[in-house]
């Protein structure tokens, strides 16, 4: 392969990264981009890595997708196997968001798709690269394509025309390319176009236009840090020095500047582009000890490639054990902290819970205690009501008692005093006429002898006495109604004049009467007739 294919190959590398210079908002991802484009791919790998891991646990897909994807595109340059498995592991995830996302599942299926394209190119695939980069541009040409994406598969396309000589359609695409990507303001895509279309003016020998391409895509190169199009850019005005200008100090100046920017870059191939420009114009020079040693340069660089990407693979394995060793650690500490949030959750509440439980206990024996405090006030209400009733009907009873015996009493004395009448009556007759006097002693007699109010007796001594005449005639069957009287009248204390007064009987009646009740109540000579008639 000629110089100028090569410089098409190396156009392909830039453009294949600038076509994913604005990742998603996730930052580990826009860190790693950040470091990617200044070259420093462990440290991009690391932080695609991480957000691989990060994603994996969140179970994000969409992020899991596109972390996958900027692997591939950090480690392609090392190692296209690995760039090229990381790139199909993305476009299966991204298969994967189809049902939930179909529009990010699709601008990620293509950029996965022109990712393998510029994989393709690397590994001389060139009618699969062309292929691929051809469906990217039948999906994305008639949608509003802000990923830069559709710009970059022109890009590609305009190279592998380039590549087939074919520059109406290279020219072509590139046109389109430049177009596209000054539409969507995407400055970090347009260094490698301006440089193509610069190397098409050249060719056309337009001297003026292609100096001016070159200029704005170093000036952007420049601008963006993009240490591999500022590398493509300044060979590329070496070789505009050579051809418009012969000037070969001039030429050679701008190849060691690009060398000089190409040597600590991680991908060789600029180094040795520039190391190649050098050649070129060392033979214009018919410097040929000179090209012999940098043809020797060449040579040793490319001995030591393949023990760089053995490094490269070992160093990102490494990165991939570190981020994972750091992933574990944070996960047992996150454990950890997850243990102890839930510790402390179950004591704050459990001591809720006691806190809870105390505080309705409390107030519940408070209550408790209130309405015992309440029922107590009652019952002592109800036992002072209660006993101020015993009182009342005590009193009232009391009063009935002494009513009823005021009454008893009044009868007893107008018996007395009616007996005592009759007494008077009877000894003022017995002076007068004996006929009349007969008269008059029958009709005092019959009206002694009434019972009246001797039934008014008995009902008041009843109620004062109650069952008494019941319990002498229960206990004693054979004491007789006048012996019932007796009672009645020594349970009274009446005194035995009194009794003879009211039972209209002499003094030694009522002794007779009392000495015939002694026996028929089985009395002693020592016991007193009246302390037993009370106690009745």
């Known amino acids: 392969m000629n110089f100028t294919k090569r410089l098409f190959v190396t156009l392909l590398f830039i453009i294949s990264l600038s076509a994913f210079a604005s990742p998603s908002n996730n930052p580990l991802m826009q860190k790693g981009w950040a470091a990617l484009v200044k070259d420093n791919e462990n440290e991009a790998f690391g932080y695609f890595w991480q957000a691989l891991e990060k994603a994996k646990k969140e179970k994000n897909t969409a992020d899991k997708a596109e972390s996958l994807l900027y692997l591939g595109i950090c480690s392609y340059g090392s190692s296209l196997e690995k760039g090229l498995q990381f790139v199909t592991k993305s476009l299966n995830e991204y298969k994967n968001l189809e049902k939930t996302d179909p529009e990010k599942a699709s601008v990620g299926r293509y950029k996965c798709l022109q990712l393998i394209s510029t994989i393709y190119v690397r590994q001389k695939k060139y009618d699969e690269a062309m292929e691929l980069s051809t469906e990217v541009v039948d999906g994305l040409k008639d949608k509003n394509d802000k990923s830069g994406t559709l710009g970059l598969a022109y890009n590609s396309l305009g190279s592998l025309h380039e590549l087939k000589n074919e520059r109406f359609e290279a020219e072509e695409y590139y046109t389109l390319a430049l177009e596209e990507f000054e539409k969507t303001k995407n400055i970090a895509y347009l260094p490698s176009s301006y440089c193509r279309l610069g190397e098409i003016a050249k060719e056309k020998d337009f001297k003026d236009e292609s100096l001016n391409y070159f200029k704005k895509a170093l000036a952007l190169a420049e601008s963006s840090e993009n240490k591999q199009a500022q590398v493509t850019a300044l060979i590329a005005m070496g070789n505009w020095q050579m051809q418009f200008e012969e000037d070969t100090a001039q030429a050679e100046n701008y190849f060691n500047k690009a060398r000089i920017i190409a040597v600590p870059l991680s991908d060789k191939t600029f180094e040795i582009k520039t190391i190649e420009a050098l050649i070129e114009l060392k033979k214009e020079q018919q410097d040929f000890e000179e090209v012999s040693k940098l043809q020797h340069q060449i040579i040793a660089?490319?001995?030591?490639?393949?023990?760089?990407?053995?490094?490269?693979?070992?160093?990102?394995?490494?990165?991939?054990?570190?981020?994972?060793?750091?992933?574990?650690?944070?996960?047992?500490?996150?454990?950890?902290?997850?243990?102890?949030?839930?510790?402390?959750?179950?004591l704050v509440t459990v001591l809720i819970v006691l806190i809870l439980v105390f505080t309705i206990l409390f107030f519940f024996l408070k209550r408790i205690n209130k309405r015992d405090k309440q029922l107590l006030k009652t019952k002592e209400e109800l036992v002072n009501l209660m006993e101020e009733q015993k009182q009342l009907k005590e009193q009232q009873f009391q009063n009935d008692i002494e009513h009823k015996e005021s009454q008893l009493s009044a009868i007893t004395i107008q018996m007395l005093e009616k007996n005592e009448l009759l007494d008077e009556i009877k000894t003022i007759l017995s002076k007068k006429e004996p006929t009349s006097e007969k008269d008059l002693k029958k009709l005092v007699s019959k009206y002694t002898i009434q019972d009246n109010n001797w039934k008014d007796f008995d009902n008041y001594?009843?109620?004062?006495?109650?069952?008494?005449?019941?319990?002498?005639?229960?206990?004693?069957?054979?004491?007789?109604?006048?012996?019932?009287?007796?009672?009645?009248?020594?349970?009274?204390?009446?005194?035995?004049?009194?009794?003879?007064?009211?039972?209209n009987i002499s003094p030694d009646s009522?002794?007779?009467?009392?000495?015939?009740?002694?026996?028929?109540?089985?009395?002693?000579?020592?016991?007193?007739?009246?302390?037993?008639?009370?106690t009745v």
């Open 301 to 346: 660089i490319k001995d030591s490639f393949f023990s760089y990407e053995r490094e490269q693979i070992v160093k990102s394995l490494e990165v991939q054990f570190d981020v994972s060793e750091k992933n574990r650690k944070l996960e047992l500490i996150s454990a950890e902290q997850k243990v102890s949030r839930l510790t402390n959750f179950l």
């Open 461 to 503: 001594f009843e109620s004062v006495n109650k069952n008494f005449y019941t319990r002498l005639k229960q206990k004693y069957p054979e004491i007789s109604t006048n012996d019932l009287k007796i009672c009645a009248l020594i349970k009274l204390n009446l005194s035995i004049k009194e009794m003879a007064s009211i039972l």
């Open 510 to 534: 009522v002794k007779t009467a009392r000495h015939r009740l002694r026996k028929k109540l089985q009395l002693s000579t020592e016991e007193n007739l009246t302390d037993f008639i009370l």
